[in-house]
């Protein structure tokens, strides 16, 4: 063979993988586009309530085409629609599950995982695995913000199974990242009222009083109020619990509430405390 013949040949045969690899990318990108309009179809049938159709698309989506990224969205939406229109908690679970077992990596993990958390939570009263779908929520790289929220939900729930460590934890986690707004107050109220049942009522006060200190929080100061006034109670100072109780304002407590707060503040003290009211 002569190297004019060869160089011949090697002009025909080099080009193969470059037209086999365009190829490959003119196919990728009409499917893609093909998936992109039953994604429209889906989208289409949801806004007009035919919730069935709506989810027979995205299913076929998924089943058809589950290497498109249009697949796990698919999923996502398949999920939502079970959860949000149809209030089937289980359906909505195995959408969820499934995405992020066949999607670790989705970019819409995160949100898959708060989605079972919340499904947990709320609809099942699970409370341990709702903390688990949060943990791993918590093992992506979420935003500042999102993590925040992770925190205080994780605390909350560890709160009302009892577990008052694992919640303070959780909560001194958002009093310690710097960021003093009403999240980090609701935080600080609720570890005032650990401190309060784990009879360290001193320690609370100071959680308490941080938490009128602080910025706007109704529902904070509410608590903190209610809650400075039963430490003052357990340590014996009514004068303070008092002084406390006059300061509720009218948001917080009906005129009828607040005086007949005082009214049991004002008898107790007229018992434990009779010479503020004698003069001895």
């Not at 990108?29 to 179809?41: C, G, K, M, P």
């Not at 006060?205 to 039963?230: K, S, T, W």
């Not at 049991?264 to 007229?270: I, P, Q, S, V, Y």
Request: hydrophobic share 40%.
């Amino acid at each position: 063979m002569t190297r004019g013949s060869m160089n011949s040949r090697l002009r025909w045969i080099l080009p193969i993988p470059l037209l086999l690899f365009a190829g490959a990318i003119w196919l990728y990108v009409e499917t893609e586009n093909e998936v992109r309009v039953q994604i429209l179809r889906a989208q289409k049938q949801w806004r007009e309530t035919d919730y069935m159709e709506a989810i027979e698309i995205y299913e076929s989506v998924y089943q058809d085409y589950p290497k498109s990224r249009y697949a796990e969205e698919a999923l996502f939406e398949v999920g939502t629609i079970y959860y949000i229109n149809f209030y089937n908690a289980d359906r909505a679970l195995h959408y969820f599950r499934e995405l992020v077992t066949q999607y670790p990596d989705s970019s819409l993990a995160a949100k898959t995982y708060m989605r079972l958390a919340e499904i947990h939570e709320v609809e099942l009263t699970d409370l341990p695995q709702a903390i688990d779908y949060w943990s791993q929520t918590l093992a992506l790289d979420v935003a500042l913000e999102l993590r925040r929220q992770i925190y205080f939900e994780m605390g909350d729930a560890y709160f009302k199974l009892n577990q008052f460590e694992e919640a303070f934890q959780k909560f001194q986690l958002l009093m310690d990242d710097g960021i003093n707004d009403s999240l980090a107050e609701r935080a600080r109220a609720q570890a005032g009222i650990i401190l309060q049942i784990q009879n360290q009522f001193e320690e609370s006060v100071d959680y308490f009083n941080q938490v009128l200190e602080g910025p706007e929080c109704d529902d904070c100061r509410r608590m903190a109020r209610l809650g400075l006034i039963e430490s003052y109670e357990f340590l014996g100072d009514l004068a303070k619990a008092i002084e406390v109780a006059k300061t509720i304002p009218t948001s917080e407590y009906s005129a009828q509430e607040k005086g007949d707060l005082l009214k049991r503040l004002d008898n107790k003290a007229r018992v434990y405390e009779p010479q503020r009211f004698t003069g001895g």
